[in-house]
């Protein structure tokens, strides 16, 4: 075989070996995601900060509020915890077109659950309640009109979704500030 010939069967050779490699080491492309993992994510992503700064907070410190300044008349850690599950468990029932809990009162959670323990375990089965909610969101019925759970109006299950992880938010960034005020590093902060 010739010199220049052999060059050329070793350089194609390369070249397929080369374009290989690169495609293995190039990013894929992301597959399009439904409307239920999109809204799931954003349920999980709140989830991952809410329920550690939950567990964060000492037992003893479970009633603490604010009294100084403009903290007058807050909710106590425990409420904001409880506030934010049976607020859960109320839009998912909407989203879900189910009845609510009874135990979420007006949207304060039921008198019974007291405990660090209580508020947690309460609050982790909201949130496993709004990942069955989301699962049942799509492109057919995210739109959908439905029955406003605060009057004659109506609200939609994606409104309702994205409304559910701002409210978990305002209510986390509250809790940030009870923690400090404690002197706890909230979980998230942490490195």
């Known amino acids: 075989m010739r010199v220049w010939v052999r ?72 409420k904001q915890v409880k506030h934010v599950a049976a607020t859960n468990f109320e839009l998912g029932a909407v989203i879900l077109q189910e009845k609510p809990r009874a135990d979420i ?20 089965e909201s949130f496993a309640y709004l990942h069955r909610a989301m699962a049942i969101v799509n492109e057919q019925n995210a739109v959908e009109p439905l029955k406003s759970p605060w009057g004659q109006s109506t609200v939609t299950r994606l409104g309702l979704a994205t409304l559910i992880v701002g409210h978990c938010f305002d209510h986390y960034g509250q809790m940030v500030v009870y923690l400090r005020m404690n002197g706890i590093v909230p979980p998230a902060s942490r490195m």
């Open 105 to 124: 009162g007006d949207e304060t959670g039921p008198e019974s659950v007291k405990t660090k323990e209580e508020c947690v375990k309460y609050l982790k």
């Open 7 to 78: 060059r050329a069967v070793v350089a194609l050779l390369c070249g397929v070996w080369g374009i290989g490699v690169w495609a293995q080491t190039m990013p894929k492309a992301e597959e399009r995601r439904t409307i239920q993992q999109v809204l799931d994510r954003s349920v999980t992503n709140v989830e991952k900060e809410f329920v550690p700064a939950a567990e964060a907070m000492p037992d003893d410190k479970y009633d603490f509020a604010p009294s100084n300044g403009e903290f007058k008349g807050v909710r106590t850690f425990a």
